[in-house]
């Protein structure tokens, strides 16, 4: 689920803490060259990044921060630090912490982050799939050892490729 931030298989939406909805949260929306995007924060830290152009936009400082950080991202500059709050199991944070220090342009392999984080290369790709920050929680940095892996954000590994292509100072 990786790109669908708190939205859920079936249509439902996430509950972040506090048992707040993704809906009910400070949203703003940006135009990218992989989609639309949403932010959500909740309490001052970020809490999904979702495909598409949310309804309501609330202006905050942090979502107008992200926002930007994520237009200098796409400019090629690099992704700025932001205060994440993802919410999922300690296993998930473990997981998720060791996918932010995969260095930009650079990946890892499924086993690599499972020797980090622990579990199994199934299990990070199960982590990386529930992702509710994708892009400041890099999970398309994390590939399979023959190959791309998976990705469910935006159009999917063509995202993925793009993201990778651009931290490689490729044009997108």
Not at 86 to 103: D, F, H
């Amino acid at each position: 689920m990786s790109g669908l931030g708190g939205r859920l298989p079936w249509g439902g939406r996430a509950l972040y803490r506090g048992g707040a909805r993704s809906t009910d949260l400070p949203q703003l929306s940006l135009h990218s060259p992989i989609g639309d995007l949403t932010i959500s924060e909740e309490d001052g830290e970020i809490v999904a990044l979702d495909w598409g152009f949310g309804r309501d936009q609330t202006a905050t400082a942090l979502l107008v921060k992200a926002r930007k950080v994520l237009w200098d991202y796409f400019d090629g500059k690099g992704l700025a630090d932001l205060p994440l709050a993802p919410a999922g199991t300690e296993y998930r944070k473990r997981v998720w912490g060791a996918l932010r220090q995969i260095p930009a342009g650079e990946t890892r392999t499924y086993i690599d982050i499972a020797r980090v984080a622990g579990g199994s290369a199934r299990s990070v790709g199960g982590a990386n799939a529930r992702n509710p920050i994708p892009i400041f929680i890099p999970c398309h940095r994390v590939v399979a050892v023959n190959g791309p892996g998976g990705y469910s954000g935006g159009d999917g590994l063509a995202t993925k490729q793009k993201l990778l292509d651009l931290e490689r100072g490729v044009k997108i």
